[in-house]
């Protein structure tokens, strides 16, 4: 049995033998209306076998052509369970769903540190933090000062 995770594509055996013929097909980013496309790595890719406990990584990088919103669907993994078989099993990865790709200076606006706002807010807030404490002091030093006397 195999198991596929997406990110950087990492494909598990945790079955009792090797899983032999695996063919891997990522076919959300080679379509003409997909609003991502295969930047650099292989859409399709195989291996002769992968051992049991064992697993192997396949790195698909996408670059965005534009903002909107891109439906994720799951990756097709075919493979024959055992050197005997002539069966083939496919299986699917997970479904991430839709991914809403934002322009880069929306995304810079929101993740931003935000610097000058906090500049402004300091300098807001020391007034109402410092007055009272000047107050305080002045009245401290009045009272301590007619005790003494």
């Known amino acids: 049995?195999?198991?596929?995770?997406?990110?950087?594509?990492?494909?598990?055996?945790?079955?009792?033998?090797?899983?032999?013929?695996?063919?891997?097909?990522?076919?959300?980013?080679?379509?003409d209306w997909s609003i991502v496309r295969l930047h650099c790595g292989d859409a399709k890719t195989s291996w002769k076998s992968i051992e049991p406990d064992s697993s192997v990584t396949h790195e698909i990088v996408v670059k965005p052509s534009k903002a909107g919103a891109q439906n994720i669907t799951s990756?097709?993994?075919?493979?024959?369970?055992?050197?005997?078989?002539?069966?083939?099993?496919?299986?699917?990865?997970?479904?991430y769903g839709v991914a809403n790709i934002i322009p880069e200076n929306e995304f810079l606006r929101n993740h931003?540190?935000?610097?000058?706002?906090?500049?402004?807010?300091l300098v807001l807030t020391i007034?109402?933090?410092?007055?009272?404490?000047?107050?305080?002091?002045?009245?401290?030093?009045?009272?301590?000062k007619a005790k003494k006397n």
């Open 1 to 31: 049995m195999l198991i596929i995770s997406k990110g950087f594509v990492k494909i598990y055996n945790i079955g009792q033998s090797a899983a032999l013929d695996v063919e891997f097909t990522e076919e959300n980013f080679a379509n």
């Open 127 to 144: 007034p109402s933090i410092l007055f009272p404490y000047m107050l305080y002091n002045k009245s401290v030093a009045r009272f301590t």
């Open 75 to 95: 990756a097709v993994l075919n493979y024959r369970p055992s050197s005997d078989s002539e069966e083939t099993v496919r299986s699917f990865s997970s479904d």
């Open 112 to 121: 931003a540190s935000h610097g000058i706002d906090w500049l402004i807010f």
